[in-house]
C-alpha cells in the first residue's frame, strides 16, 4: 500500500510537471489521498469540485481563460471524464475498430458536429476523404444526415481525393479557416503518411483556428498522435421506438453508440454508451445495462482479419495500464466502465487471423 | 520523303529539296520512285503530328495577335490588325516572325495584305510581301488561276475556256461568270479584292482582357512566375474595376523561348479581382504542374488573360477595412482546392426531388451550384405535404449498392434471418419494413422492361451496426427473374 501511495505521488508530480510544461490543455488529477497542494503550486492549481471526488483541475494556458473551450458531449458521466467535454479547438481521432463500424463513427461524429452546428448556426462543414474510404464505406448521404442530425445538404461541403496526401492538403487548408463548423477527415486504416507531424500540423491549424478537426479512422490500430483524445466508437443495439403504448417490441429506435476512451490526458479509460436523439438532437446516457449485444458479439462468426503490424512504435494498448482507480467510483470500483475483455482484445494482442 | 496512301497507291505527298533535285514530283507513285532511286528514305505520313505542329505554331504565333485561325493542313492566318505597332510597324513585324520561324527551323513564307485572299496569295505566290491596301488588284492580276483560292474543278473549267490568270477572270464580264461558274467564284474574287468582308474566325476565343509581358531574360523559376502573375493582376484589377466586373475564369499563357506554349487556366466560383486571390489560385494550379510544366530555356513572354468576367458585387467594409465574407472564404477555398486537385475535388449536395434515394441527392462539383439561392416556387405546383414521421434514411449510401448472399428469409417477402455481405455472415437481430420504392417508370425510354420494384429494410444485426438493405423484385411475380438483395446504405 505504501508503495502505491510513493507511484502515485510520483505520477502525480510528472503530469503537474507535464501540464507545466505544455501549458496549453487542461489537466485533470486525482490528488493523492490525504496529499495536501503545496502552497507553490496552489497559484497555478486552482481547484474544482466535482461531486463524490477529490479531483484538482490544473488549468494553464489559453485554455483556462476561454470558458467555451469544451464542446460538452452532454452524457454526466462522460463529460466528467473528458473534464469538461472534447476539446473546441482541437484534433480529436473517432476510431471505429472494423471498416464496417463506418456507420458509428460517422453517426458519432455528426452528432458532435451537430453539437457544433447549435452554436455556430449556418456555418458549413467540410468532410474529406478518400475515394478508397468513401467507396468502402459508402459516400455520406444528405438525406439521412439532414433528418437525423439536422445538417442541410446546404451546409455540407465533401472534398473527395484520390490519394491520401491531397486529402492531408485539403484538411490541413480547410483546419486553418475560419468559415468552417468543423473539418471532418476521413481516413482508412493506417498509412504511413497519417503520422505524428502529420496530425501535429494539423492540431497546430486546429487550435488557431478555434475549430474542431475530426479525424475519422477506420479499421486503424491505435498509434502516437498529436490528437488529444482519442475515442473508440462501435454501434450499439438500439433501443426500441417508444410509443404511447411503451416500447414496440422489435422495432430499432434512436441510434445508439459504445463509447470507449481510448486516449485522453485527463480521464481514464472508461467505456459509455450514448443514445443519440435526433429529435432534440442531444445525446442521453444509456445508463442500465444493456450488455445484451456484448455477448452476442461472441457469436458473431466473421473472422477478424489482424491488422498489418509494420509500423514503428505502436501505440501502448490503451486501457491496458491503470494508474488510478476509476472516477467517481469510491470504494467499489466498476468494471462496467472498463472496456471489456473482448474489445480489448481486439486492439491489443495478436489477432486471429482469416 | 513523306508517303501517303491514296487511292490504293502509296503516293509521294511532300519531299524536300534534294527530293526535287532527282526530279521527283508530289502525287509520284512510291514503286515508280524507288524504281528511280532506290537509295530514297521515305516515311510515312502521319496528318495528325502535322495538325499537332501547326497548333503549336500557332499557339506561339499567339505572341503577335489574338486572332490566329488555321488555314487548311499548312497555313496560319494572323489579323494583326491594330497590333503592328507593337512590333514597330508592318515591315519589322513580318521580319520578325520570318526570322524567328527561321531560326526555329521553319521556312515559312509570309504575305501581308489588307483582306485575307490577297495575303494568301501573296504568300503562297509572291513570298515576303507586303500589299498596301488598294494595290490587290495588282497583286493579283498576274497571278494564277490558283490564287484565287477556288475549287480545283473551277479553276479546270476555267482554264478550259480559256481564263488562265486571275487577271483575266477579273476583266471577264461578271454575269456569266457567275451563271457558268457559280457565286463562289465572284465571292472568292470580291473577298480578295476587299469589296466583301471576310472573318478570319480565330481558333481561339479571343479574352475580353489579356495583359502580358515580354521578357528581356527569360524566367524559369515558379517564383519568378509567381511575381510576375501578382503584377500582371494588378494591371488586370484596374481594367475590371472600370467595367465593374470581375473574373470568373483566368488563363495564363507561358511562351517558351523555343515556341512552346503552356496554358494553365483556373475557373473560380465567383468574380474575383484581387491581385494577392489571384496569384494564389496560380500558386496552386503551378505547384500541381509543377511536375509537367517544363521551363526548358525559360519562358519570354507571360499573359495572364480574363477567359470569361461576371458581374461584380462590390461591399462595403467595416471602419477597419475589413470584410468579413465567410462564403468568399469557403469560395476562394474551394477554388484553390479545384486549381490543385482538379473539379471534381470539391463537392456539395443539392436535393433533387425523386422517391430512389440514390437520385434524390445529386453530388454536383462546388462551383455548379448557384449560392444561396432558392430554387423558385412554380406557381403551378403545390407544395409536397409535410409528413410527420418522415422515411428513415440512411447516413451513408453505397455508390453502387453492393450484392448480398440472402440464403433465408422468415416469410417470402419479409427481411432476411441472415445475410452475407463482403464474405461474412450477418444475423439479423431486428428489422423494419418493408418501405417500397418503385422504379421511376417516367424516366425509362419507351420499350425498355420495367425496373423491378424494391422493398427497403431496416436491419440491425447482432452487433448493433445498422443497414439498409433492399431486395429486387417480388417473389412469384411475372417476371422469372428471382429476386435480389442489395445493401444501399449504413444507419448511424
Redesign the interface.
Known amino acids: 500500500m505504501a508503495m502505491t501511495a510513493v507511484a502515485r505521488e510520483t505520477v502525480f508530480a510528472l503530469r503537474r510537471q507535464i501540464a507545466k510544461i505544455e501549458g496549453t490543455l487542461p489537466e485533470r488529477l486525482q490528488a493523492p489521498a490525504g496529499a495536501l497542494v503545496d502552497a507553490g503550486a496552489a497559484a497555478d492549481v486552482s481547484g474544482a469540485d466535482f461531486p463524490g471526488a477529490d479531483l484538482t483541475i490544473v488549468r494553464r494556458g489559453p485554455a483556462a481563460a476561454l470558458p467555451d473551450a469544451f464542446l460538452p458531449v452532454g452524457a454526466g458521466r462522460l463529460d466528467a471524464a473528458l473534464s469538461g467535454g472534447l476539446p473546441k479547438a482541437a484534433l480529436s481521432e473517432i476510431h471505429g475498430q472494423e471498416t464496417r463500424d463506418a456507420g458509428a463513427v460517422a453517426g458519432f461524429a455528426l452528432s458532435l458536429t451537430s453539437l457544433i452546428l447549435k452554436q455556430a448556426q449556418g456555418l458549413p462543414v467540410l468532410w474529406v476523404g478518400t475515394s478508397e474510404i468513401f467507396h468502402e464505406a459508402g459516400f455520406p448521404y444528405a438525406r439521412g444526415l439532414h433528418a437525423a442530425f439536422g445538417i442541410e445538404p446546404g451546409q455540407l461541403v465533401f472534398s473527395e481525393t484520390s490519394k491520401l496526401t491531397d486529402a492531408l492538403w485539403v484538411a490541413e487548408e480547410a483546419a486553418r479557416m475560419t468559415a468552417l463548423a468543423a473539418v471532418i477527415l476521413e481516413i482508412r486504416g493506417n498509412p504511413q503518411r497519417l503520422d505524428l507531424t502529420a496530425t501535429r500540423r494539423l492540431h497546430a491549424r486546429a487550435l488557431a483556428a478555434g475549430r474542431p478537426v475530426l479525424l475519422l479512422r477506420q479499421a486503424a490500430a491505435p498509434e502516437p498522435t498529436a490528437a488529444p483524445v482519442r475515442l473508440i466508437v462501435a454501434s450499439a443495439p438500439a433501443a426500441p421506438r417508444a410509443t404511447v403504448a411503451g416500447p414496440l417490441a422489435g422495432s430499432i429506435g434512436r441510434p445508439a453508440f459504445t463509447i470507449t476512451i481510448g486516449k485522453s490526458r485527463t480521464a481514464l479509460p472508461g467505456q459509455f454508451t450514448l443514445e443519440w436523439n435526433p429529435d432534440e438532437r442531444v445525446f442521453d446516457e444509456r445508463r442500465g445495462d444493456e450488455r445484451a449485444g456484448e455477448e452476442r458479439r461472441a457469436e458473431n462468426p466473421v473472422a477478424v482479419v489482424s491488422l498489418s503490424r509494420g509500423r514503428k512504435d505502436p501505440a501502448a494498448a490503451a486501457g491496458a495500464v491503470l494508474a488510478f482507480p476509476a472516477a467517481g467510483a469510491s470504494g467499489s470500483p466498476t468494471t462496467r466502465d472498463q472496456p471489456s475483455r473482448q474489445q480489448r482484445a481486439t486492439h491489443l494482442g495478436p489477432r486471429r487471423a482469416g | 520523303m513523306i508517303s501517303h496512301r491514296d487511292s490504293n497507291a502509296q503516293r509521294i505527298s511532300a519531299l524536300d529539296e534534294q527530293g526535287e533535285a532527282l526530279h521527283l514530283k508530289p502525287g509520284m507513285g512510291i514503286a515508280d520512285a524507288r524504281a528511280m532511286h532506290p537509295s530514297i528514305d521515305i516515311v510515312e505520313a502521319d496528318p495528325e503530328a502535322d495538325r499537332r505542329l501547326l497548333e503549336g505554331l500557332a499557339d506561339w504565333c499567339d505572341r503577335y495577335t489574338p486572332l490566329v485561325a488555321l488555314d487548311g493542313i499548312d497555313g496560319l492566318f494572323l489579323d494583326v490588325t491594330g497590333c503592328t505597332h507593337l512590333f514597330g510597324g508592318e515591315r519589322a513585324m513580318l521580319d520578325t516572325i520570318l526570322s524567328r520561324f527561321f531560326q526555329q527551323g521553319f521556312d515559312v513564307r509570309a504575305g501581308l495584305a489588307a483582306t485575307p485572299g490577297a495575303a494568301w496569295a501573296a504568300a503562297r505566290f509572291c513570298g515576303d510581301r507586303i500589299v498596301l491596301s488598294g494595290e490587290e488588284e495588282t497583286l493579283l492580276a498576274p497571278l494564277p488561276l490558283a490564287a484565287l483560292r477556288i475549287a480545283p474543278e473551277t479553276r479546270a473549267s476555267l482554264e478550259s475556256v480559256g481564263l488562265r490568270t486571275a487577271g483575266a477572270v477579273m476583266a471577264a464580264p461578271r454575269a456569266p461568270l457567275a451563271r457558268r461558274f457559280g457565286a463562289s467564284l465572284l465571292l472568292r474574287l470580291d473577298q480578295a479584292l476587299g469589296r466583301l468582308d471576310e472573318a478570319v474566325s480565330p481558333r481561339l476565343p479571343v479574352a475580353p482582357l489579356s495583359v502580358e509581358r515580354h521578357l528581356a531574360e527569360p524566367i524559369v523559376q515558379t517564383d519568378d512566375i509567381e511575381q510576375l502573375v501578382g503584377r500582371l493582376a494588378t494591371a488586370l484589377k484596374t481594367d475590371l474595376e472600370r467595367r465593374g466586373e470581375g473574373a470568373r475564369g483566368l488563363a495564363l499563357f507561358l511562351f517558351r523561348v523555343d515556341g512552346a506554349v503552356n496554358r494553365i487556366a483556373v475557373g473560380t466560383s465567383r468574380p474575383l479581382r484581387e491581385p494577392q486571390l489571384i496569384r494564389r489560385l496560380f500558386h496552386e494550379r503551378l505547384t500541381a504542374l509543377e511536375q509537367t510544366i517544363d521551363a526548358g530555356f525559360g519562358f519570354d513572354l507571360v499573359r495572364l488573360c480574363v477567359l470569361s468576367v461576371a458581374a461584380f458585387d462590390m461591399q462595403q467594409g467595416d471602419l477597419a477595412g475589413e470584410v468579413a465574407d465567410?462564403?468568399a472564404?469557403?469560395a476562394l477555398?474551394?477554388d484553390?482546392?479545384r486549381a490543385?486537385?482538379g473539379d471534381?475535388?470539391?463537392?456539395?449536395?443539392?436535393?433533387v426531388e425523386s422517391h430512389l434515394?440514390e437520385r434524390?441527392?445529386a453530388?454536383v462539383p462546388?462551383s455548379e451550384t448557384p449560392r444561396?439561392t432558392t430554387p423558385p416556387r412554380k406557381p403551378d405546383r403545390v407544395r409536397a405535404p409535410m409528413t410527420i414521421f418522415?422515411p428513415?434514411?440512411?447516413?451513408?449510401?453505397?455508390?453502387a449498392p453492393e450484392p448480398i448472399e440472402v440464403p433465408a428469409t422468415e416469410m417470402p417477402e419479409g427481411p432476411p434471418l441472415r445475410f452475407r455481405w463482403?464474405r461474412?455472415?450477418?444475423?439479423v437481430?431486428?428489422?423494419?419494413g418493408p418501405e417500397r420504392i418503385a422504379a421511376e417508370w417516367w424516366r425509362q425510354p419507351p420499350g425498355d422492361d420495367a425496373a423491378a420494384t424494391r422493398d427497403y429494410f431496416?436491419i440491425?444485426d447482432?452487433?448493433?451496426?445498422?443497414?439498409w438493405l433492399y431486395r429486387q423484385g417480388l417473389y412469384g411475380g411475372a417476371s422469372k427473374v428471382p429476386p435480389r438483395w442489395f445493401l444501399h446504405?449504413?444507419?448511424?
Open positions: 465567410d462564403e472564404d469557403i477555398f474551394a484553390r482546392v490543385r486537385l471534381g475535388a470539391v463537392l456539395r449536395p443539392v436535393a434515394p434524390a441527392v453530388i462546388f444561396r418522415p428513415e434514411r440512411p447516413i451513408r449510401l453505397f455508390r463482403r461474412a455472415l450477418y444475423r437481430a431486428r428489422a423494419e431496416r440491425e447482432a452487433d448493433g451496426r445498422r443497414y446504405g449504413v444507419f448511424a
